[in-house]
């Protein structure tokens, strides 16, 4: 006999074909219903009020008056929540946004009265290979998904890098598998399935134990009228035993039964079963490149620089932090990140990303120069305190405002200037006292202060090249007058079109794509970062080539070749290209038109002193509509597989697409990557970053493709090759075609040896972690560098550093890059009392020794590892 549990539910997008507040109102309503049924049927025992806490904020921010009927409803397991605060894409945002997305979502929970300690992921886009990890650390043993899943059973055992794993059951029949139960049996139906019956064959032909589970809702439905007493009269009806219940009893009686279950490990990427919609990789790239840039400004700068300064007795704004991530965390909605929504989703978006670096910005505006503050006394001469936010030695170009002057009215109407360095014409001092070479990047005049006196103050933005900053590590930099000092030239313009350094000679070829002589291996790359454009049929969820393509290439062409920069330290090269293309699609969407658009791009590739990669800033002005535009790094290294950063790992996937003849949507050669691909050779290989462009693919001859623009009309549409169906409502997506102006950072490192063991990787985070200064007035200081702490060995790689939720201790997140166990080393330049292993929810476990100034401890390959140092 089957036992068969029903789970009522609703699977909610905050925003998806609808925005927000249009969704929220129906949301509302439902929810009234809910509390009403809850009030009148006490024999109505669940409802499965999605996995994301966030509804619950929204419905009382509308319904304050029934928080108590809420809070009861959850605390009695009436209602299930959580443990999101959104149900998030897995890789579009970065490992440490989904710790803080279940972070929040069960602070929230556990206030409203608790949280579903199930992993609930019905209908994001694929799993990343360490989700199991992630939520064991938060005390979750069981997860269940519909997408991204190849395996003969419902149930098994999904495996983190790690080790760590937890009982995983498939939806293989979808989460709405009986969004419509009646009380007959005979008549249910359900896609191809008439009757009851017919149905828990097919769940029972892949589940491992008699227990079944039926999901008795979809999206945006509400509480299926009377359904509890339709269950009742289908146990009475059905030799099978039938009842209501929640996703933590079918896992209880799961778990009872004992089944032999197999093992998967790795990322969950098929799309044999249920459509993975790849191109919302590249949908709306200009979304993806803003919630980089705001992760990066949260977990790199914001954060570690509070922490450091209240490491050294400044207060931990605890607060601003937590809402500048709640509405990031709002923004990593799969259906909002993946920008796969309605136009007016992604304009409220933007403004949610634009309230995100307000208050980062005005946090690091605060705390750095407190923080510079405490490392160096006050005093007379001005200075540029520099901070690294890596865990590595590093050179870096930095970039700082430098008040000049000030302007003031004088009482009797007249102008003064009060200068605000010893020389409007000054030098930049290393801490050894070297002359250092800087630039004027731009002049302004700002407003004033005005409560003293102020009107304006002359500002010039300027960036020089620090040198050997230690690892979490400061220097300090002084402003003096004029001094005659001879540089150390460290970057040499061979031509007007070569640069070179201690570890390249770039040449801009013709065509503007560049040849890279390696100095090390002495091996040369021709034809790097050529340009090429593909028309698209596709929507916002997948690419699709029309039945007649057109493929338009920079090679071979020619360029417009200057200097930009020739400077000591560092020297650009610019190449600016024209490609005609046709402005769109053709009327029957089966070629390109045959009007023509002319769209510029302008590629800046730059060297720097003691940086052993390559930068490259693209500005495109696209004019053309339908069309995906990709850069391309000709490797020339055959290869099986490619490497890519993933949440806390690096995912290694073939080349080779399978034949997916059985599949319901085409196998994509496109994949995603939070920042880093790699193609390994014998002897060495080559890396490619990119800021916010999370679509790569990468051919067996080893050509690396990363894509820039996706171009499309189209929320969802029936008729691509690709995928046989809709993904969504055909609604027209006009700024999905992102015409326009847009800017592109990514970078280019050949190197020799093998990328993990030689520590290659570290370069990633350098390049996406620049520098950072501030001004400040001090005296002489006894030290000129310093650090907070190192990190051994360099396999460890840092995550977080951030004051600890509880407001008592710091927590340092690291995870081991490497599948091999490591002993680990933190050398702190500051004192602690103690120290603790922690899970990812800061609960605090196994004491850990502390030596002195260093503080030891042991990972598992693999391992997230999270320390809450007291101090």
């Known amino acids: 006999m089957k036992q068969i549990i029903v789970v009522p539910h609703t699977h909610w997008d905050r925003e998806w074909y609808l925005p927000f507040e249009r969704y929220r109102y129906f949301m509302v309503r439902m929810i009234d219903g809910l509390l009403q049924l809850l009030d009148e049927e006490e024999e109505y025992t669940h409802f499965l009020l999605d996995g994301q806490v966030a509804l619950l904020e929204d419905y009382l921010e509308i319904r304050p008056e029934k928080e108590e009927d809420l809070t009861e409803g959850i605390a009695r397991g009436r209602i299930g929540t959580g443990p999101w605060y959104t149900m998030p894409d897995e890789f579009l945002v970065s490992g440490e946004a989904l710790i803080r997305n279940l972070m929040l979502g069960h602070q929230l929970g556990e206030a409203f009265g608790g949280v579903m300690k199930v992993g609930y992921l019905p209908d994001p886009f694929g799993h990343v290979s360490q989700m199991p990890q992630i939520l064991k650390g938060f005390g979750i043993g069981v997860a269940c998904m519909t997408r991204g899943v190849d395996w003969p059973q419902s149930e098994f055992y999904w495996e983190a890098p790690d080790g760590s794993r937890v009982l995983t059951h498939w939806f293989s029949l979808g989460y709405g598998n009986a969004f419509h139960l009646t009380e007959d049996p005979s008549a249910f139906r359900f896609h191809q399935y008439e009757g009851m019956q017919s149905m828990l064959e097919a769940l029972s032909e892949r589940a491992t134990t008699d227990v079944l589970l039926l999901m008795n809702g979809n999206d945006h439905l509400e509480p299926q009228p009377g359904v509890s007493r339709i269950i009742q009269k289908l146990d009475a009806r059905m030799e099978d035993e039938i009842w209501q219940g929640s996703l933590t009893d079918f896992f209880t009686r799961v778990g009872e039964k ?508 350098r390049f996406n972690r620049p520098p950072i200064a501030t001004v400040i007035r001090s005296d002489e200081p006894r030290e000129h560098t310093g650090q907070f702490l190192r990190v051994e060995p360099e396999e460890l790689v840092v995550s977080a550093i951030k004051g600890s939720e509880d407001g008592k201790a710091l927590i340092l997140r690291l995870y081991n890059i490497s599948r091999k166990p490591v002993d680990g080393k933190l050398a702190l330049n500051f004192d602690i009392s103690k120290a603790f292993e922690a899970n990812l929810k800061e609960e605090e476990g196994k004491t850990l020794s502390v030596e002195g100034s260093e503080v030891l401890f042991y990972a598992r390959g693999g391992e997230i590892k999270t320390i809450k140092l007291f101090l």
Not at 346 to 369: G, K, S, T, W
Not at 555 to 584: F, H, Q, Y
């Open 258 to 765: 004992n089944p032999r279950l197999l093992t998967y490990s790795g990322e969950m990427r098929s799309a044999k079963h249920y459509p993975l919609l790849p191109g919302v990789l590249s949908s709306r790239i200009y979304l993806k490149q803003r919630n980089f840039q705001l992760q990066n400004l949260l977990e790199g700068y914001a954060e570690p620089i509070a922490a450091f300064a209240f490491v050294l007795g400044e207060d931990y704004p605890a607060g601003f932090l937590r809402q500048a991530w709640k509405l990031l965390l709002q923004n990593h909605f799969h259906d909002s990140i993946c920008a796969s929504s309605v136009d007016q989703v992604h304009r409220e978006m933007m403004i949610r990303f634009d309230n995100v670096e307000q208050i980062a910005e005005a946090l690091l505006a605060d705390y750095l120069p407190r923080l510079a503050h405490r490392l160096v006394q006050g005093g007379e001469e001005v200075g540029l305190l520099v901070f690294n936010p890596t865990s590595q030695q590093r050179n870096g170009k930095v970039e700082v405002w430098v008040d000049v002057k000030s302007i003031r009215s004088d009482p009797s109407g007249g102008i003064m200037m009060e200068e605000r360095l010893p020389s409007d014409n000054f030098s930049l001092l290393s801490p050894d006292g070297d002359v250092i070479p800087y630039q004027v990047l731009e002049r302004k005049f700002s407003p004033g202060n005005i409560l003293l006196g102020e009107t304006f103050v002359e500002r010039w933005r300027i960036t020089f090249v620090a040198q050997e900053l230690l690892p979490f590590g400061w220097c300090l930099y002084r402003i003096v007058p004029i001094q005659e000092g001879a540089y150390q030239d460290g970057i040499t313009l061979v031509q007007d079109n070569t640069l070179e350094n201690e570890f390249y000679r770039v040449t801009v070829q013709r065509d503007g794509a560049i040849h890279v002589q390696d100095k090390t291996t002495g091996v040369g790359y021709p034809d790097l970062g050529f340009y090429e454009d593909s028309a698209d049929s596709g929507d916002e969820y997948n690419y699709n080539p029309p039945e007649n393509q057109e493929i338009f290439v920079t090679r071979g062409s020619m360029a417009e070749i200057s200097v930009l920069e020739d400077e000591p330290d560092w020297g650009t090269l610019r190449a600016k290209n024209i490609l005609e293309l046709p402005s769109c699609l053709s009327q029957d969407r089966r070629s390109r038109s045959e009007e023509k658009v002319l769209c510029e791009i302008t590629m800046d590739v730059t060297l720097v002193r003691g940086v052993d990669r390559i930068d490259f800033r693209t500005s495109v002005d696209n004019q053309a509509q339908d069309h995906r535009l990709r850069v391309v790094f000709p490797s020339g290294i055959s290869t099986a597989e490619s490497i890519a950063q993933s949440a806390f790992t690096l995912e290694h996937r073939s080349v080779d697409l399978p034949d997916g003849q059985d599949w319901v949507e085409a196998p994509s050669p496109t994949h995603p990557t939070g920042g880093t691909v790699v193609v390994e050779g014998e002897g060495g290989g080559m890396a490619v970053f990119g800021k916010g462009l999370p679509e790569y693919e990468v051919s067996p001859e080893g050509e690396v493709s990363l894509t820039l623009l996706r171009s499309v009309g189209w929320l969802s549409r029936p008729d691509l090759k690709t995928r046989p169906s809709n993904a969504g409502p055909p609604y027209s997506t006009p700024e999905a075609q992102c015409l326009g102006e847009h800017v592109f950072e990514f970078a280019l490192m050949p190197f020799k040896g093998a990328w993990l063991e030689a520590g290659h990787f570290l370069e990633a985070q």
